[in-house]
């Protein structure tokens, strides 16, 4: 490799990992000057030899031209919704949570009675995309659209920055697609919305409008300057690298391969009781969150328990969402479409 190509690849490793320690571990470990010095350093290289940019370089978080359309992507594995679960509250304001316990006598029976380990976390109200990594480079993502196909959004995920361009760790798998909601955090919808106003724009309804107009945004320019986060839930598809036994572990890789995990908001229980008293303690914290849940997801931990309950009219028998209250009497809950 000459010394230009040599030099082109140190900067973008260098700058992917201060992004990283930054955007996603919120801890800098160099002041923002060394990495703008660096980070133009880099993109002068770029501009003088087109040819030796890199697929995971750091410029392209800043986003290219804007596309005509978006391509049509079919999922490779469909990518299903959840079936609901209420936890009604009755006139003396306790919570019926028999949907729920439905649900864990469901499962139970499906597993021929052997009381299965659930994991509980937060229902992301966002947008569910879909990111697949080829010998750990970022080459394609997209939304979901109707479970079977999306809009390919590749740009604009880029400019996401808590995404990284290239997997981190050793043992990279040679292909992995990791699902999860790419949303907009509380504050900066609000900035955003103060931005609309001055400009005499329209302010979005809500953070996950916001997140899905900023992501189906045909210049990726635009979608740099709205400030996304993503957060996984899924590992779809994968060949090669660690193979995990439960969602738990399947979390905590897409934690090791660099992804933001919703620290302290999840938890894995033996019972239905401990996962109930769980989604009480999130729906009192729901309001302090930086980013806006809907309600709490509870699935089966091991993977082989949810192949063998498999799904319901391809929603999983395994899942739930398990949905708060609706906040104030006029919340519209949306009729919940389980898209197949
Ligand atoms: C559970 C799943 C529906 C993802 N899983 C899938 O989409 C999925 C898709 C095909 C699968 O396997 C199949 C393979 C071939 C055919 C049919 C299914 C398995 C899981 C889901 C959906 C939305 C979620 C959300 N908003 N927040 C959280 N926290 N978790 C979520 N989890």
Not at 58 to 84: D, I
Not at 95 to 111: I, K, P, Q, S, Y
Not at 123 to 148: C, E
Request: charged share 25%.
């Amino acid at each position: 490799m000459n010394d230009t190509a040599a030099k082109i690849r140190e900067l973008t490793d260098l700058l992917n990992r201060y992004g990283y320690e930054y955007y996603t571990l919120d801890a800098p470990s160099v002041p923002d000057a060394e990495y703008d010095r660096l980070f133009h350093e880099l993109e002068a290289l770029e501009a003088a030899h087109p040819a030796l940019k890199l697929p995971d370089s750091p410029t392209l978080r800043v986003g290219g031209a804007p596309l005509s359309a978006f391509a049509q992507v079919r999922h490779e594995v469909p990518m299903l919704s959840l079936s609901n679960a209420f936890s009604p509250q009755d006139e003396s304001g306790a919570f019926d949570h028999a949907e729920m316990t439905a649900f864990d006598e469901r499962v139970r029976g499906g597993l021929g009675g052997k009381p299965p380990q659930y994991v509980i976390e937060p229902k992301f109200d966002g947008l569910a995309v879909s990111l697949l990594y080829r010998d750990g480079v970022l080459v394609q993502a997209a939304t979901r659209g109707d479970g079977s196909s999306g809009e390919d959004v590749t740009q604009n995920i880029r400019t996401v920055s808590d995404i990284p361009l290239r997997l981190r760790g050793g043992d990279t798998p040679a292909l992995i697609e990791i699902r999860g909601e790419v949303l907009m955090f509380k504050a900066d919808f609000a900035a955003l919305n103060l931005r609309q106003e001055e400009n005499g724009r329209k302010p979005f309804a809500n953070p996950r409008n916001a997140a899905a107009g900023s992501l189906r945004q045909l210049d990726p320019r635009i979608t740099a300057q709205r400030k996304l986060h993503f957060f996984p839930y899924s590992i779809a598809r994968q060949e090669g690298g660690f193979s995990a036994g439960t969602h738990m572990q399947e979390l905590d890789y897409c934690g090791r391969l660099g992804f933001a995990l919703p620290e302290g908001n999840c938890g894995c229980f033996g019972s239905m009781a401990e996962i109930l008293a769980f989604y009480e303690q999130m729906r009192q914290k729901r309001p302090a969150l930086p980013y806006e849940i809907d309600g709490m997801v509870v699935k089966v931990n091991s993977l082989a328990q949810q192949h063998e309950l498999g799904f319901i009219s391809r929603a999983p028998r395994w899942a739930v969402a398990h949905k708060f209250p609706a906040e104030e009497a006029l919340t519209v809950v949306e009729a919940i479409d389980v898209q197949i």
